[in-house]
């Protein structure tokens, strides 16, 4: 039984990870304004014809605030699995997990501003 959640094969696991993906973008407000951010991000960055070191930095760090999101959506849900009232413990470790995205979003803007301000000035 311990096999119950196992994945069969490389394909069934693509299917399980592409339906997390979805799950998210459905239900987490927050991944929506990140995905308009990041689409903004790349297409500024071709207009801007950044190179190809400041496209790579780019494009990790929408990934990793992509990332601390998945992260963050995972923790919710395990701590609402655990407890349906009200707990402070709780509260704390989604706080937590929120002030990870927080932390990962504010360095995505550092970088941007590194990056795009001195191409626009």
């Not at 196992?6 to 696991?13: D, I, R, S």
């Not at 950044?50 to 701590?79: C, H, S, W």
């Not at 706080?95 to 301000?117: C, K, N, P, Q, R």
Request: hydrophobic share 55%; proline share 1%.
């Amino acid at each position: 039984m311990k096999d119950k959640w196992k994945n069969k094969n490389f394909f069934e696991a693509l299917k399980n990870a592409l339906n997390g993906v979805k799950y998210t973008i459905k239900n987490e407000n927050n991944i929506k304004v990140e995905l308009i951010f990041a689409i903004f991000a790349i297409i500024t960055s071709i207009v801007l014809k950044i190179n190809i070191i400041e496209m790579v930095i780019i494009i990790l760090i929408v990934f990793l605030v992509f990332f601390a999101e998945f992260i963050n959506t995972t923790i919710e849900n395990i701590v609402d699995l655990c407890t349906e009232e009200y707990n402070e413990k709780a509260k704390i470790a989604k706080d937590i997990a929120a002030g990870g995205v927080l932390i990962v979003s504010i360095l995505s803007v550092i970088i941007g501003v590194l990056i795009f301000l001195p191409k626009i000035l």
